[in-house]
């Protein structure tokens, strides 16, 4: 219940184009589409089923985790680059200064740049 009223609030925070469109667009051809319907709106017999049945209001929440959880590594891999990228400029620049502040000594050596 909890999480179910979570999710209400989450959705109040929603923005315009996560409530219009689909998480997911389906893959489904539209013979599939109308079966899996069928059979989702028939009533389950099996216990398993029917528990499955009592969770599918947290479908949606499920697909926001999950959205959330791949926006997150997505982040995080950018954010390693980022930092690679960062440590690549930063040791550019530091050969960069180095090759213009010459002392007396280090105008004998050859330049590095």
């Known amino acids: 219940q909890s999480i179910l009223r979570l999710a ?7 923005t315009e184009e996560e409530k219009v469109l689909p998480f997911y667009s389906s893959s489904l051809v539209e013979e599939e589409q109308r ?3 069928r059979v989702l709106e028939e009533t389950p017999t099996e216990p ?3 528990a499955m049945w009592d969770s599918v209001g947290l479908e949606r929440f499920w697909q926001r985790f999950s959205k959330a959880k791949l926006e997150e590594k997505a982040l995080e891999q950018e954010q390693e680059a ?10 550019l620049l530091r050969q960069y200064l180095a090759g213009i502040s010459a002392s007396w000594e280090e105008l004998g050596d050859p330049n590095p740049l």
């Not at 980022?82 to 040791?91: I, T």
């Open 8 to 14: 209400e609030m989450c959705r109040g925070l929603e």
């Open 35 to 37: 079966d899996s319907r």
């Open 48 to 50: 398993l089923a029917q």
């Open 82 to 91: 980022l930092s690679q990228r960062n440590q690549q400029l930063r040791e």
